[in-house]
């Protein structure tokens, strides 16, 4: 069955930097678009960003363009979130979502 893990999340200061992995498992990781999102403490699951199969296509919610990135590595059938300057509001569960199958998420906390 599908299985997408998430990790790399911590309590970092504001302005560092985080590295969130999603590996998965189960399926055919190279034929499908993966996309990341997160969940503010009491607010709604956002979208976050989106890579096609390939890796040569991204989509990036408003918020947070310029200080995320979205890539993946086939080979390992991981797809990766780099997060640059965190700010406090970044603070949430951050899930990644494979063939309509979602991870158990990973907590990121900023502290100002």
């Known amino acids: 069955q599908v299985q997408l893990e998430e990790s790399g999340g911590g309590l970092v200061q504001a302005g560092g930097s985080l590295r969130l992995s999603c590996a998965a498992s189960?399926?055919?990781?190279?034929?499908?678009?993966m996309k990341w999102y997160r969940q503010p403490p009491g607010k709604a699951r956002l979208f976050v960003a989106h890579?096609?199969?390939?890796?040569?296509?991204?989509i990036y919610a408003d918020s947070v363009k310029g200080r995320f990135t979205i890539s993946r590595d086939n080979a390992k059938n991981t797809v990766y979130l780099q997060i640059d300057s965190l700010k406090p509001e970044d603070t949430a569960v951050y899930y990644c979502?494979?063939?309509?199958?979602w991870g158990q998420g990973t907590q990121v906390t900023v502290s100002s």
């Open positions: 890579i096609s199969a390939s890796g040569d296509s991204t």
């Open positions: 979502n494979g063939k309509n199958q």
């Open positions: 189960g399926f055919t990781f190279s034929t499908y678009d």
